[in-house]
């Protein structure tokens, strides 16, 4: 969100003769994630010197969380840098050498990321079966086929039928299970099989889209989600060595840590009265840096030539021309009615609302020597029992059974021996409420059962995420939720106030 500058024809407010002397605009970023980052690096390229950054935790990153182990760096966040040809984060890490230590192996190529393109994915069921090869591929093309025609209805345009309620979930379980009966010389037990297999690679999909289930994406949308050309990279160093790249050249005074925001003031010209008011009773007498934008009790914004106000939770207000709010989905459907004065436009309200945030968890297991047998990259768990089940959705004390997979990270010079599970939606949720004792325990019980090795010993290790219960970030990543589109994220990124609104009147052109 952004403020609108007075233009410079108008002589009744008192910011105008401010912008007529070339006053510098305070400008106010809401977040030190990488999106806070990039945005203030390229306003101070761009001339902007009056920045200040408010991050509510005591780090900066945001959702890139790379964590020593070791000697490996693991990553509880950001993992992969998705495609190179244009993509601005490839090339940061590519002209500052991030990518020199990064094996051939570590290039994944495929849709859905392994840590190594090398090695075999094993299947393997709740009663320790492994599934053949055969098997796993010829299931695995059934599946991308019908992935493929999810896509072409945001492509071409095709209208959504009735049956699929929209749902990326409901249409592919459909169609897919309509194929599989449909397969002449398969046996009973084979299609049962491929039926259990389908829930498994719904469930990666749920991982890969951050959503609860795939039942709530949305099918006519679905396919807006393109991927850059070209591989999929490890930063051995870990991912936040691109943060550190984009706050290098960013002072330390700019960014304020630990400093949560409770509400923005934004439309302040019409609600000035009430703000001078509430500032009365809230004066704190602290200036969060040496640029000194706290404003005192009493004083009017306006006056001083600022339309904005941001109170943060320590009771300071800081004065502004414009705020940038990199804030996650997660955090603005569950603060958005106490962060803003006056409350958001409602088609602000309504995208916030409709569009899908979910939380997706990794469970990293250290073990003192290797199980599995050398070629394989992954494990899948696969319940036979669940071939016919319409949901995915599990009682608190069943979590588990929504981890659909631990990648073997590759190569082990480099990271020892260890795996990285999948969980997402509740489940995740509830895993995160667990200690690492029980969640360590949970694992080792449920890598026997399908292994059918009752020897595997518990990982001496463990590291997990929390992305769903970090108050300031609440959630892993969005998703176009059915009844959302792409609409949406446009809407949320239009500044405002809008012009010609009677909700928040135009104050002259808004900067882009």
């Not at 749902?167 to 309509?178: E, N, Q």
């Not at 009365?280 to 006056?303: R, W």
Request: charged share 25%; with cysteine; hydrophobic share 30%.
């Amino acid at each position: 969100m952004q403020s609108c500058e007075i233009s410079s024809d108008s002589t009744d407010e008192p910011l105008s003769s401010d912008l007529r002397t070339h006053r510098q605009p305070r400008i106010v970023v809401i977040g030190a994630g990488l999106a806070g980052l990039a945005a203030t690096k390229n306003l101070r390229k761009n001339g902007f010197t009056d920045v200040t950054v408010l991050e509510a935790s005591d780090h900066i990153g945001g959702r890139v969380q790379s964590v020593q182990l070791g000697e490996a760096t693991l990553e509880l966040g950001a993992t992969w840098i998705h495609g190179a040809n244009g993509n601005p984060v490839y090339h940061l890490a590519e002209d500052n050498g991030l990518l020199e230590h990064t094996t051939d192996e570590e290039r994944s190529v495929g849709r859905i990321s392994l840590y190594t393109k090398n090695g075999v994915a094993h299947y393997q069921t709740n009663i320790g079966k492994r599934i053949t090869k055969d098997l796993v591929e010829e299931f695995s093309d059934l599946y991308n086929e019908v992935y493929e025609l999810t896509q072409e209805f945001f492509k071409n345009g095709t209208p959504v039928c009735a049956e699929s309620q929209n749902s990326v979930g409901i249409f592919t379980r459909d169609l897919v299970r309509k194929r599989i009966m449909l397969y002449p010389d398969d046996s009973e037990s084979t299609k049962k099989l491929k039926l259990s297999m389908l829930q498994q690679y719904l469930k990666v999909e749920s991982c890969e889209s951050s959503s609860p289930s795939m039942d709530e994406v949305s099918l006519s949308e679905f396919g807006e989600w393109t991927e850059i050309p070209g591989a999929h990279y490890v930063i051995p160093e870990g991912f936040m060595k691109v943060v550190e790249l984009l706050a290098q050249d960013i002072p330390s005074r700019t960014i304020c840590l630990s400093k949560p925001v409770r509400c923005i003031h934004w439309n302040y010209s019409a609600q000035h009265q009430k703000v001078i008011a509430k500032s009365s009773d809230t004066h704190q007498d602290n200036n969060h840096n040496d640029n000194n934008h706290s404003v005192q009790p009493c004083e009017d914004p306006l006056i001083r030539g600022h339309p904005i106000y941001v109170e943060c939770e320590d009771e300071e207000w800081i004065t502004a021309d414009h705020v940038i709010i990199t804030a996650s989905l997660g955090v603005l459907k569950q603060n958005h009615k106490a962060m803003f004065t006056p409350s958001l436009p409602e088609d602000k309200v309504f995208a916030i609302e409709k569009l899908g945030i979910s939380t997706t968890d990794k469970i990293f297991l250290e073990f003192e020597e290797p199980f599995w047998s050398p070629e394989c990259n992954s494990i899948h768990f696969v319940w036979e029992d669940e071939a016919q089940l319409e949901q995915l959705a599990y009682p608190e004390e069943l979590w588990y059974k929504k981890i659909c997979r631990f990648d073997v990270l590759y190569p082990p010079e480099r990271y020892g021996y260890i795996l990285s599970g999948w969980i997402c939606g509740q489940e995740a949720l509830y895993m995160e409420r667990c200690d690492d004792e029980t969640v360590a325990e949970t694992c080792t019980e449920l890598l026997r059962r399908f292994t059918g090795n009752p020897d595997i010993p518990k990982p001496w290790r463990v590291l997990r995420s929390s992305w769903g219960s970090d108050p300031f970030i609440r959630g892993s990543y969005s998703f176009t939720r059915v009844g959302s589109s792409g609409g949406d994220c446009e809407s949320l990124a239009t500044p405002l106030p809008y012009a010609n609104s009677t909700k928040a009147p135009d104050r002259g052109r808004p900067v882009g």
